[in-house]
């Protein structure tokens, strides 16, 4: 049977070295949640692990001056949830990070591993994409950032380059009058993975909305950036017309898949009631704050 | 011995098995391992249909590390053309289950099996073997397998002089049927189809065996029985039973699907080959695709009734998945479906289909539910048609003592009014239901019954007095639900002992006499049985003693709060002997104390339930929640109330994961599609609120302590149940399970 290295290196650039090095056959650990789960299946079986935890920029969460908030890629989902200001600022972010897996898992698993993982239905994938966050990766080339929609090219893939780490998230500052969601389409209550899922964020100005974004997961190859759907509720009171056509364009974006975890129309359909969901949820949220 | 005021029996006493459960000392199957142990592992078909050309093991055997491959050959094979029973298992059909002959019947069908120094090396050997395979078309539904033109599993079954994939048929009648319908102002027919679902114990099979130098066998594995176990290997190695000792293991859960083997004989011919013990531990995955499941079936009900809710015809037509090999359990719907109302014209009928999946075990009330689902929302339909209470419509029907059951017997006591009657009175019937609490969600209630025949058979107990004068009581059956808690209840109280100085163990099967599975709801009712008839004989022995040290008449002892005291003034004036003073005495007065007793037990009266279900649906995901839930049943005497709640509400979460979301998905190549418990959806926690279950005790006159099975009648409503309140929340009637947030959705979108 083949031996497996384990490395777990204290800098990016030892990271990023033996990541290059291993020339595809090694695989990146944060939390392990996916990795190791599926080298039991047989899914992976990789030559070397590079764990990334001992890197102190990964597992870092950093306020900025100019209102930014930058989390590692390897931070736990208990970590965040523990922060003093982040749920404050995300509430929707966190509260998707926090769908991650059970109690136990929340102990490991981190948004970084989440989006690497390339899961359509990753579920802190959409609120990230929400929030606009833009990730760091760091690679034999050197440093470059990317907006975080960018990362996914489908199932299980990534648009990284060869030895490219993902290292942290940045989320933009946020005005006041500014709130996020998230909300999965689950037959469970908990222990499940999304069949839809949906984030939102939204900035509004006397009832008016200023600003909007909105994810979209388990639809299709990637999880979408709907343009559409933030268009119709910019500007707009979140009427039901708005709304409705906010639906109607993540209708419209769905490209989903029949599986076993459910069928294109129900994706679709579920995609436009979680759209109006969330944003309910945000907006209450906006006026909070 | 049976009374309100036992201070044992009734008692939430500690479970025996509790402490080293949650230490994690309990020792389950995975849990023996011995000195030059090796592993196995087994090949499994990637084809749901193929003739087995050949299998060329020779690179597997070259493998370094590989120490025994066994494949069909080293299995006993019993002949298509005889039957040979073992209990309700067909030799023919265990022995092609174990290791596949002619044909790979389903995918993760075994076809070889590995024994090496490392699960790695095993699973690499397997990859090593050859099979020429003849890919067949395959058939994985009901519908499909019983086309003309379907593709046949076994072309020497015939049905009705052709090749068919109906292996079994089963007719129950009563009356003239045709009669009843034109007697009827109302008749409702309907199909209903649900979906195989697996019984979901977490604990995998797994077993580890030794075939000793001497050709004696060592099996250390759980089960739902040691000597279903010992015989069933013995009958597939060829091995006498005398040479084959099953050690029962603390059991992970089993509801029905651990009454059959699959590794063990395999295990032991690795072990025979190899001369080494050999371990083999499936995978969930392994479990999910080639183990259990409950059948999945096609139902028609059609039953008529008089305006006044009188049923005067009930005829049901039912289809159950067999698996791969014959053998569903039709006499769970043919016979359960009507049986608990007094009906004159019956006419049911049950057809045993097989198609290319896993070998359908027993799964909790086998096919009952399936039945009920479909009778219990036609009686549904009916007594809305007609304006009548549905609980009422049920008492007006219900059978009663004296009456002949659909099934043969004639009944004795028919507690299911007593159930119904629960229902109707409880505060949950009666309570408000806001049936649109907001929008988009609708709210429902519902009921339905249950009936299960229980059953007694065999069972061996030992009785024995210890030397420091406390109890060990060793009975032959594995603790599923909660036995050795209420034997030890039992037999606290008959020698009126604190409980704590009752020890009851699991013995194996050279150390206790025959007894029979742990199924059918029997267990507690034969293992009460057997220990009190033990206990009595050694409180006879007590009082002889204590005669002997008197100087008095057997007779003229009465046995009293574990004391031996003179029966009255006649007898003398003695100071009492405890128990502890006896032991002490034992060996000068007599020897041991103790007594075996083993019975063909019977007197297993049926059960009876009726539920009531709120449930909650997001009219926009179609998802159903279940609000509240109460479960009523006649549990004749409960020994150990705790467990019997947990039977309760451990069958109505089963049939809660039935109803709303459990089902087998296949794939276009007859491949289960989600074979874990990620995507094979059982309710967890959150998901189902308290269950509340009402235990009615009226004892069973034919008992000792009144023992009515309970296991198994509450999986039986549920199914219908929900659906009923289903229907009540939306106006709609859901005729296929699960009720799953696609379908529900779907549903909804439909023009009524």
């Known amino acids: ?289 | 011995m049976n009374d309100m005021t036992n201070k044992w029996i009734g008692a939430r006493t500690i479970r025996p098995d509790g402490a080293d459960k949650v230490t994690g000392r309990a020792q389950y199957s995975a849990d023996t391992t011995m000195p030059g142990m090796i592993w196995g592992k087994l090949l499994r078909s990637p084809h749901a249909h193929a003739r087995i050309r050949s299998i060329d093991t020779s690179k597997a055997e070259a493998l370094p590390g590989v120490k025994a491959v066994v494949t069909q050959k080293d299995i006993v094979e019993f002949a298509l053309d005889k039957s040979v029973m073992l209990g309700i298992q067909d030799m023919r059909w265990m022995c092609r289950n174990v290791m596949a002959r002619e044909k790979a019947l389903f995918h993760g069908h075994p076809i070889a099996a590995v024994a090496a120094i490392s699960e790695e090396v095993a699973a690499h050997a397997c990859s090593l073997i050859e099979v020429d395979y003849e890919v067949l078309p395959h058939v994985i539904e009901i519908e499909d397998a019983i086309k003309p033109d379907a593709p046949i599993l076994h072309e020497w079954n015939q049905f009705e002089g052709k090749p068919s994939n109906i292996a079994g048929t089963m007719v129950l009648k009563a009356g003239d049927i045709e009669k009843g319908f034109a007697e009827a102002d109302i008749v409702v027919e309907r199909t209903f189809t649900t979906r195989p679902v697996h019984q979901g114990y977490i604990e995998p099979h797994a077993c580890t065996v030794s075939y000793a130098a001497d050709g004696r066998v060592t099996i250390w594995s759980s089960s739902q029985g040691q000597f279903m176990v010992r015989a069933m290997t013995s009958l597939l190695t060829g091995i006498p039973q005398s040479n084959i000792r099953a050690i029962p293991a603390e059991i992970g859960g089993g509801f029905g699907a651990k009454t059959i083997i699959y590794l063990e004989p395999v295990a032991v011919m690795l072990s025979k080959k190899s001369g080494r013990p050999v371990k083999m531990v499936m995978t969930r995955e392994e479990v999910q695709r080639a183990t259990g499941p409950a059948p999945g079936s096609l139902s028609t009900v059609k039953i008529g009734a008089k305006k006044d809710g009188t049923i005067v015809a009930a005829q049901g037509t039912f289809y159950l998945q067999a698996g791969g090999l014959p053998g569903s359990p039709l006499r769970g719907p043919v016979g359960c479906s009507f049986a608990a109302y007094a009906i004159p014209n019956v006419l049911s009928v049950g057809y045993d289909v097989v198609s290319n999946r896993s070998k359908v075990a027993a799964y909790r009330a086998p096919g009952a539910p399936h039945g009920a689902f479909a009778a219990e929302c036609v009686i549904d339909e009916i007594a809305q048609a007609l304006g009548l209470d549905p609980l009422d419509m049920r008492l007006k029907n219900s059978a009663k003592a004296g009456d002949k059951a659909i099934y043969g017997p004639t009944f004795g006591a028919v507690t299911f009014k007593e159930t119904i009657e629960a229902i109707k009175h409880h505060p949950h019937y009666r309570a408000p239901l806001d049936k649109a609490p907001r929008p988009g969600v609708k709210r429902g209630r519902g009921v339905a019954s249950g009936f299960w025949y229980n059953a007694g058979g065999e069972s061996s107990v030992q009785v024995n007095i210890t030397e420091d004068g406390n109890v060990v009581v060793t009975t032959g059956h594995p603790d599923v639900g909660g036995s050795r808690a209420s034997i030890a209840n039992v037999v606290a109280e008959l020698i009126g002992v604190d409980h704590a100085r009752v020890n009851v163990m699991i013995g194996d099967t050279q150390t206790i006499g025959f007894s029979n599975l742990t199924g059918g709801s029997r267990v507690t009712f034969a293992s009460a049985m057997v220990a009190t008839a033990a206990t009595e004989k050694v409180i006879g022995q007590l009082k002889e003693r204590a005669a002997k040290i008197w100087g008095i008449e057997a007779e003229a002892v009465k046995w009293e709060d574990g004391m031996a005291l003179p029966a009255g003034d006649n007898a003398g004036k003695f100071p009492p002997l405890s128990l502890k003073e006896l032991a002490a005495k034992a060996n000068e007065m007599g020897g041991p104390i103790g007594n075996q007793t083993q019975l063909n037990t019977t007197g297993a009266d049926p059960g009876y339930a009726t539920h009531c279900v709120d449930v909650e649906v997001d009219v926009d995901l179609g998802i159903v929640r279940v609000l509240r839930y109460t479960a009523a049943q006649d549990v004749g005497r409960a020994l150990h109330p705790g467990y019997v709640e947990g039977q309760i509400q451990g069958g109505v979460v089963q049939g809660i994961g039935w109803a709303l979301s459990e089902e087998y998905l296949y794939d276009a190549k007859g491949r289960v599609d989600n074979a874990s418990f990620l995507d094979y959806r059982m309710p967890v926690c959150s998901d189902v609120p308290m269950i509340e279950p009402i235990m009615i005790e009226i004892p069973n006159p034919k008992h000792p302590q009144g023992v009515r099975g309970v296991g198994e009648a509450p999986i039986v409503p549920p199914l219908a149940a929900i659906a009923n309140a289903v229907h009540d929340a939306l106006g709609k009637r859901f005729y296929a399970l699960p009720m799953s947030p696609p379908r529900v959705s779907a549903r909804m979108d439909e023009a009524n």
Not at chain 1, 55 to 61: G, R, S
Request: hydrophobic share 45%.
């Open chain 1, 1 to 289: 049977m083949t031996d497996i290295r384990y490395v777990a290196p204290s800098t990016l650039e030892e990271a990023v070295g033996a990541f290059a090095a291993a020339s595809g056959a090694a695989r990146i650990l944060a939390g392990g949640t996916d990795l190791l789960v599926q080298m039991r299946n047989g899914v992976v079986k990789p030559g070397t692990i590079i764990d990334i935890k001992k890197i102190a920029e990964m597992t870092a969460i950093e306020e900025l001056p100019d209102g930014r908030i930058r989390i590692g890629a390897a931070v736990p989902g208990v970590v965040l949830a523990e922060h003093p200001r982040f749920g404050k600022a995300w509430p929707g972010v966190l509260e998707a990070i926090n769908l991650i897996g059970s109690k136990q898992v929340q102990g490991r698993a981190s948004p970084g591993g989440n989006l690497c993982n390339g899961s359509p239905a990753g579920d802190s994938v959409p609120a990230m994409i929400a929030a606009g966050a833009v990730v760091t990766v760091q690679g034999p080339g050197g440093r470059r950032e990317m907006p975080v929609e960018a990362v996914p090219a489908g199932p299980g893939r990534t648009n990284l380059a060869p030895g490219e780490i993902v290292v942290a998230f940045t989320l933009p500052a946020r005005p006041k009058g500014s709130g996020d969601a998230y909300l999965r389409m689950i037959p469970r209550t908990e222990m499940d993975i999304a069949v839809v899922g949906c984030g939102v964020s939204l900035t509004m100005a006397g009832g008016v909305v200023t600003a909007a974004r909105v994810g979209l997961g388990a639809v299709a190859p990637t999880v979408l950036l709907v343009e559409d759907a933030a268009k119709a509720l910019i500007g707009s009171r979140l009427d039901d017309a708005a709304l409705e056509a906010a639906a109607a364009a993540c209708r419209a974006a769905c490209k989903p898949i029949n599986d076993k975890r459910g069928t294109i129309a129900y994706r679709i359909k579920v995609a436009g009631v979680l759209l109006k969901r969330t944003a309910a949820i945000a907006a209450a949220r906006a006026g909070g704050n």
